[in-house]
């Protein structure tokens, strides 16, 4: 992914670029000893979780779980930018073993956002020095990102008037590591609500299941956790009181929701460096693939710009955490909703363009299909997303009365005057048009309808992402480096397919609910300015040629 930083004074978390350049040529380095593409189908052939590989990857020699580690417990302090940098590039590699370590992280992260500063000394630095497996313990087979329905019980263990540990009963499913963890973070309901409690790998009736058998992502372990009569001392309650489960929980969803957007992201990139080579090669009656313009525009362009879309987005939110913001659980379920989405269309495209090869696992891409389709459902359903952007969009936009997407209106606006032909007019008029529409559905009190709110949360993560591309874009563009071109283009591209989609969901919305005349639906269509966005087709298939000439170097 390319960097957002513009020169802006503002002081980031993590490390400097040559540190973090240096951590991301190691694992390059490490595709080629420890990671090789024979082991990686290795591994998912036979569904083998490399455990040893794995603790490899964690030895002092490697070290790679140090990154997400602060540095006052003996990791190398690392921000989002460097964990979401690290874990795309893994994801190039294999999506399976990038879900261990995604799962470390996922497991270190109510201890770092919650833990005491005991807890913390322990347990952090049990990851760092010991190269500690850890993971994540909350989805139950009824309660998958809803978390208030949750059974597993810690009942508090009073000895002499004083709480002295809590005794655990229930069930985990779904837990990634869960069958190979050294110890877990759990979160079970106490009589004040839910908590996170450690419990160490070994423990009295802690039962660490079967590994499941899975449709992809098959290099890493899914395992059901069970807790019978399980007893942990208080010290191993998170932060010390209980009932706090659920606000740390919360703290680190817009932050792991945006490392599922990485992953997926890498799997994109996999799959067109994968592509994009095959069909310069591949010669079908007379002319390499790269040249036929049914095959570059179908199955490689709308893939290209909607990752660097996507990329824009995702490094956009990671700055912004890195300078200190944590109410971004909207931002990352868009990163999440319009990143694993993506991706997984990437990678079923990648496996039509290679044709019967695609469907063969030498080459790669239809292993990718299997892995990446699990991250439009863990960490929350593509269908979740949608219901938080939708919710929570409709009403920031109501309650700042209509300024949220105004702004995003007025300040393409102002790029498109500075750079006229890079389609950000285009993006403006979206905002201003999914502002006017959030409106006239919550006038009509239409927003009681879920597949409405689902139609208005595709808009809302689409102009979002396209302001972004649109900010990447100019940032680019006003240096004058040799990507202007290129992203000049990509951003026209994807300004017609934002505007495409945002007057395709509103024809559903308007048409579809049968809550209006004919006359109503015209007159709104005219206020929204629905011809002139209907201008963004203007020179697409133009457009087209020209970035496949600069992806195939034609």
Avoid at 46 to 75: A, D, H, N, W
Avoid at 321 to 329: A, F, H, I
Avoid at 474 to 488: D, E, L, M, P, V
Wanted: net charge neutral; hydrophobic share 40%.
């Amino acid at each position: 992914m390319g960097s957002p930083e513009t020169g802006k004074e503002i002081k980031l978390k993590g490390l400097d670029l040559e540190s973090r350049q240096m951590i991301l040529d190691m694992v390059n380095r490490l595709r080629n000893r420890l990671l090789s593409k024979e082991k990686i189908l290795d591994f998912d052939k036979k569904e083998f979780f490399p455990e040893e590989t794995i603790r490899e990857l964690l030895s002092p020699e490697i070290g790679l779980q140090l990154l997400g580690i602060p540095e006052v417990y003996g990791g190398m302090g690392g921000g989002a930018r460097d964990i979401c940098y690290l874990t795309l590039e893994m994801s190039k590699i294999c999506l399976g073993v990038t879900t261990a370590f995604f799962a470390l992280q996922l497991g270190a992260d109510p201890l770092i956002v919650g833990g005491t500063e005991e807890q913390k000394k322990k347990w952090l630095g049990a990851i760092a020095k010991d190269s500690s497996l850890v993971a994540y313990a909350v989805t139950e087979a009824d309660a998958g990102s809803n978390l208030a329905a949750l059974k597993t019980k810690a009942d508090p263990v009073i000895d002499n008037g004083k709480i002295t540990g809590y005794v655990i009963n229930g069930t985990k499913q779904f837990i990634s590591t869960g069958g190979y963890a050294d110890f877990i973070t759990l979160l079970a309901n106490t009589p004040e609500g839910p908590a996170f409690f450690v419990v160490e790998k070994g423990t009295k009736g802690f039962i660490q299941g079967k590994g499941e058998e899975k449709h992809g992502i098959r290099a890493s372990n899914t395992s059901p956790l069970i807790f019978e009569d399980v007893f942990v001392p208080v010290e191993n309650l998170i932060g010390g009181i209980p009932g706090h489960g659920l606000k740390q929980a919360n703290k680190v969803f817009g932050y792991t929701r945006v490392m599922v957007a990485a992953m997926a992201l890498g799997a994109s990139q996999a799959c067109l460096n994968i592509l994009i080579p095959y069909a310069k090669q591949r010669i079908q009656f007379g002319t390499p693939l790269s040249e036929k313009q049914g095959y570059t525009h179908k199955l490689v362009v709308p893939n290209v710009v909607r990752t660097e879309a996507a990329a824009a987005y995702v490094d956009e939110v990671v700055v912004r955490l890195d300078s200190g913001e944590e109410d971004l659980q909207v931002e990352g379920s868009i990163a999440k909703l319009f990143a694993t989405e993506s991706a997984d269309k990437a990678a079923d495209d990648a496996i039509q363009g290679l044709g019967g090869y695609g469907y063969i696992a030498e080459y790669e891409v239809e292993k990718i299909k299997r892995d990446v389709r699990i991250t439009r459902i863990y960490e929350g359903t593509s269908e979740i997303q949608q219901n938080i952007i939708g919710t929570f969009r409709w009403k920031k936009t109501w309650k700042t009365k209509g300024e949220f997407y105004l702004s995003i209106y007025k300040e393409m606006d102002k790029l498109s005057i500075s750079i006229p032909d890079a389609g950000y007019r285009y993006y403006g008029l979206a905002a201003k048009a999914l502002n006017d529409t959030i409106n006239f559905v919550h006038e009509n009190k239409l927003t009681r309808q879920q597949h409405i709110m689902f139609l208005l949360a595709d808009m809302m993560a689409y102009v979002e992402v396209g302001a972004s591309l649109a900010r990447k874009s100019a940032f680019i563009i006003q240096s004058g480096g040799n990507q202007a071109g290129k992203f000049k283009i990509i951003s026209r591209i994807f300004a017609n397919e934002t505007a495409r989609l945002v007057l395709n969901n509103l024809d559903k919305i308007l048409r579809g609910s049968g809550s209006f005349s004919r006359n109503q639906i015209s007159d709104f269509m005219a206020s929204i300015s629905y011809d002139e966005l209907m201008l963004s087709y203007e020179n697409i298939l133009t457009d087209m040629d020209k970035l496949a000439d600069i992806v195939f170097e034609r």
